[in-house]
């Protein structure tokens, strides 16, 4: 059976390559029919931080990629490392070292080739207080055989002797995964490429695992070498690596602005593979039975966030409206949600989002026939409240650019067609198509086609020149309130406020 996992350091937010590299390794075990496993490397005292552990594991029950096993703690496993250790030191493997730097860089500064220089080889330092190097084998290759890049044959003479031991007796990373992948009878190791380097060095102290536990020590088992697979590098829009300060990289991010996780999920996967022919939104069911290992591709995946904004726009629009509606609840009634325990945008950073509008004036039943139309316009579900807030304040919030454009730079003409509106919308009947055909009366009377008619109105009612269809919304609204809004900005006009 396969045996995956993803292993992430909680050092900061969720980034989008860790979570691509989790959903490759949870695709990979669901097509396989195998195994997910989730291990937290915690043993950066000084960085690791538990409120990361928490949006890692909170992030990736949200993308639907929750673990087969209990999830594992590198902080627990000291005593394993300090056994493996000791079986590598007993079989000759490590040996300590005192060198500095400093020391190392002075004697190597006329080599050709950087690195250290084996100077503690023969010294035979003891253990205690030092690190400890792995003494890699003079000559030979390292194969590694990956299943997205081939074989690739690393020299041993090229490697130095690395650290895999610091003088604290803490395991480094490279030596720490080896020892867990073991005895978590890892079958493939998928992570990203930029861990190739390191690939060989933990096959070479994979194999003398191997040979310490055949040997006195007896510390464990024989245990196979996993596959392996080196996901491509993420790039941004203008093909630069990634980068936690120039980019939108964390997964956090993209949930607080309302992305569905199916959506960011299925874009996650086209990150270096794809279905086949020319699909991009694809079902959960297709990823699981067509995702192979084989079919990544070696080229570095460009992470374009309009692309992004754009599948996710197309799930949105699936949605049935009434799931639409109990979906934009985070950001309609949070007061609601989080007091029922559920997610909040914002309540982990304690800053719970709030709407523009007050708790006591929002309308469910409003926005329920809101909903449609705003769910044709909007690609994140954080786009909605500044879609509806006008039906929910006491007064609209007023875009001042809007009511320039709109209404000042022609006051005049605004106010004769706001005052024709105002006498026009008291008498004719309060549905959309009759809206439209009165307020199509009224700019031609003025003058104007239907969207130069439109523009005045639609700022006055909703305090912008975007939004929701406007005669629905007039309808929504109410005839009373509609009126009044109209009256209040041919008043600011008269008044000479804004113009």
């Not at 964390?250 to 086209?270: M, S």
């Amino acid at each position: 059976m396969t045996r995956v996992r993803f292993a992430p350091s909680p050092t900061g937010y969720f980034h989008v390559g860790s979570a691509r590299t989790a959903l490759f390794n949870w695709l990979f075990a669901r097509h396989t029919g195998g195994v997910f496993l989730l291990r937290i490397e915690d043993t950066d005292v000084e960085r690791n931080r538990e409120e990361h552990v928490d949006g890692i594991i909170s992030a990736m029950a949200w993308l639907g990629m929750a673990p087969d096993e209990a999830i594992e703690r590198q902080s627990a496993r000291t005593e394993r490392y300090r056994v493996a250790i000791d079986a590598l030191w007993e079989a000759g493997f490590l040996y300590a070292c005192d060198c500095t730097r400093d020391e190392v860089e002075a004697r190597t500064a006329d080599r050709a080739t950087p690195g250290y220089d084996g100077y503690c080889r023969a010294r035979g330092l003891a253990r205690e207080g030092r690190a400890l190097r792995y003494r890699t084998p003079d000559d030979g290759v390292t194969v590694v055989e990956d299943l997205i890049r081939g074989r690739i044959e690393f020299p041993n003479r090229a490697m130095e002797d690395f650290v895999a031991v610091r003088s604290d007796g803490k395991p480094l990373f490279v030596l720490a995964n080896v020892i867990d992948d073991r005895d978590m009878q890892i079958t493939h190791v998928v992570r990203g490429e930029d861990l190739l380097p390191t690939t060989p060095k933990g096959i070479l102290l994979w194999r003398a695992l191997d040979e310490a536990a055949e040997g006195e020590a007896g510390w464990g088992e024989v245990t196979p070498l996993p596959a392996w697979a080196h996901l491509p590098m993420l790039v941004n829009e203008q093909g630069k690596k990634l980068s936690k300060r120039r980019d939108p990289v964390a997964v956090e991010l993209y949930r607080e602005q309302g992305y569905l996780p199916e959506a960011f999920r299925n874009y996650l996967a086209l990150l270096g593979w794809s279905p086949g022919g020319d699909r991009e939104k694809v079902g959960l069911d297709v990823l699981v039975a067509e995702f192979r290992l084989e079919d990544v591709h070696h080229a570095p995946a460009r992470f374009d966030v309009q692309k992004l904004a754009h599948l996710n726009g197309e799930y949105l629009r699936e949605l049935p409206v009434d799931e639409f509606v109990a979906r934009s609840r985070p950001w309609t009634v949070p007061e609601e949600e989080a007091a029922a325990g559920r997610w909040v945008p914002g309540a982990a950073a304690g800053a719970p989002f709030r709407p523009p509008w007050p708790p006591e004036r929002f309308d469910e039943a409003v926005f329920v026939r809101m909903a449609p139309l705003v769910q044709e316009r909007v690609t994140r579900f954080e786009e909605v409240p500044g879609m509806v807030d006008f039906l929910f304040l006491a007064d609209p919030e007023l875009d001042e650019r809007s009511w320039q454009k709109a209404i000042a730079a022609d006051a005049d003409g605004a106010r004769a067609l706001l005052e024709g509106a105002i006498a026009a919308y008291q008498g004719c009947e309060w549905a959309p198509d009759d809206l439209k055909a009165v307020t199509l009366a009224v700019g031609e009377s003025a003058g104007r086609k239907l969207a130069k008619a439109q523009a005045p109105i639609r700022v006055a009612v909703t305090g912008r020149t975007v939004g929701p269809p406007l005669f629905e919304s007039l309808a929504v609204l109410g005839r009373a309130e509609v009126v009044r809004r109209l009256a209040a900005a041919v008043e600011r006009l008269s008044a000479g406020t804004g113009s």
